[in-house]
């Protein structure tokens, strides 16, 4: 679980169906406007008032331009009203022609649905290099239908989909100050999936009232604990960014720390970034399992991500994992290449519920036992106590297949 806080109840919110429209005044759908063949290419999502907002971005150091303006909105007041979306073209490294679209999409979004441009954000999704064909997205933009639909949520979650297989979503909601407060999110993500963001977009609405230096702190710690702790291969996209809307219309008290049920409303965004981040992993370009890694008995928080990540990235865990082998050696090398120090006699390795190493030491379990746990569940754990300290991090991931490879062969195809 998410350390950021102390859980006082496992029971203190509500996992819904719902989707990023259920936070009261969030208004989002989607449709085709021409970028891809058929599917839905063009998202948008807006509050009914301004909202205080928060984002995270990638690091990789080319970030491409719908980053840069979304980067320049915030700045301003830290406040957002929408955020328009299209995937299938990145529109990165496609110099100032490519910046002047993404403001473009601001400034005509922001027309259409009668905002002040700078509380608008972009984002984009798909292949790097290209012009966004702008034309399409002018006449989509004109298209959006003002106002709330049922299915808009739906469609939103299909329209920022790129090489994804099933559409991410997450709700909880929570009572705070007699308020009902809800908490959603949706978000794509399936290759290029590396720790400190990755081709990934998250967008997260609430309808909480929560102080804007408060939103970008819980945000930036709540990103490290979740969606920074996801990999699929390695790689590390220029468009990644989870963005974070709070528009106060459930009208409790302002949240911060000090609030008494601080805890209620941490609680439900842990699980929504949590739920979003492991939909994200499981939906790894060719994945067949999830793969769950616990360290646990670490001196540091740094030290216990570290591990995890190391594991949950090790090409050769995935394909052991993939080919339902228990090679346990895989797990001990990417611990022993990870950087962290770590004395080997106080390890301990589990595999499902297999212990393959105690103590140093290979564990007594049935190779074949331990097969059949590997090829015969969709997901999979790996739990690693490295005995010296108290600190502890879940990392999450996917097994690594044939059709990763044919499918990023054939990405532009």
């Known amino acids: 679980m998410n350390q950021l806080y ?40 807006y509050s009914e008032v301004p909202a205080k907002a928060a984002a995270v971005y990638t690091t990789n150091h080319f970030q491409a331009a ?15 009203q929408g955020m328009i979306i299209n995937s299938g073209n990145a529109n990165s490294f496609t110099g100032n022609e490519g910046l002047a679209h993404a403001y473009m999409m601001r400034k005509w979004f922001a027309g259409h649905i009668g905002v002040e441009e700078d509380l608008i954000g972009v984002a984009s999704t798909g292949v790097i290099g290209e012009l966004l064909p702008i ?16 299915t808009g949520g739906d469609f939103f979650e299909k329209a920022i989909l790129t090489t994804d297989t099933f559409q991410k979503r997450a709700c909880a909601v929570v009572e705070i100050d007699g308020k009902t407060v809800t908490v959603a999110g949706a978000a794509k ?43 699929v291969d390695g790689d590390t996209s220029t468009n ?63 030290a216990a991500q570290t591990v995890a990540k190391t594991v949950i990235g090790s090409n050769l865990v995935k394909t052991a994992i993939f080919g339902a082998d228990a090679n346990w050696g895989r ?44 090829a015969g569940n969709e997901e999979i754990h790996i739990d690693v106590d490295l005995g010296s300290g108290s600190h502890s991090a879940i990392a999450w991931g996917c097994d690594l297949t044939y059709d990763y490879v044919k499918i990023n062969a054939t990405y532009r195809s």
């Open 6 to 45: 102390e859980k006082a109840s496992a029971a203190s919110y509500s996992k819904t169906d719902g989707n990023i429209m259920s936070p009261l005044g969030f208004i989002a759908g989607g449709l085709h406007c021409g970028i891809k063949r058929k599917r839905p290419d063009l998202a948008w999502l």
């Open 66 to 80: 719908p980053i840069k303006v979304t980067k320049e909105s915030l700045a301003k007041s830290q406040m957002l």
């Open 135 to 150: 034309e399409k997205i002018e006449a989509g933009i004109s298209n959006i239908p003002i106002g709330k639909n049922e």
């Open 189 to 231: 993500g399936s290759g290029m999936i590396h720790p400190n963001m990755a081709t990934m977009l998250a967008f997260i609405t609430t309808d909480a009232e929560v102080e804007s230096e408060t939103l970008q702190t819980v945000l930036k710690q709540m990103v490290n604990e979740t969606f920074n702790m996801i990999t």
């Open 240 to 302: 990644d960014m989870v963005v974070m809307m709070a528009n106060g219309m459930a009208e409790n008290q302002p949240l911060s720390a000090q609030h008494p049920e601080w805890h209620k409303f941490m609680d439900a965004f842990s699980y929504v970034c949590t739920q979003l981040a492991k939909q994200i992993a499981r939906d790894g370009e060719g994945a067949t399992k999830l793969v769950e890694v616990f360290v646990s008995g670490a001196e540091t928080k740094n």
């Open 331 to 374: 797990i001990i090398n990417a611990i022993g290449y990870s950087g962290v120090n770590v004395d080997e006699n106080m390890l301990t390795v589990k595999l499902g519920g297999f212990t393959v190493v105690e103590n140093g030491m290979p564990g007594s379990y049935l190779d074949e036992e331990a097969h059949k746990y590997l």
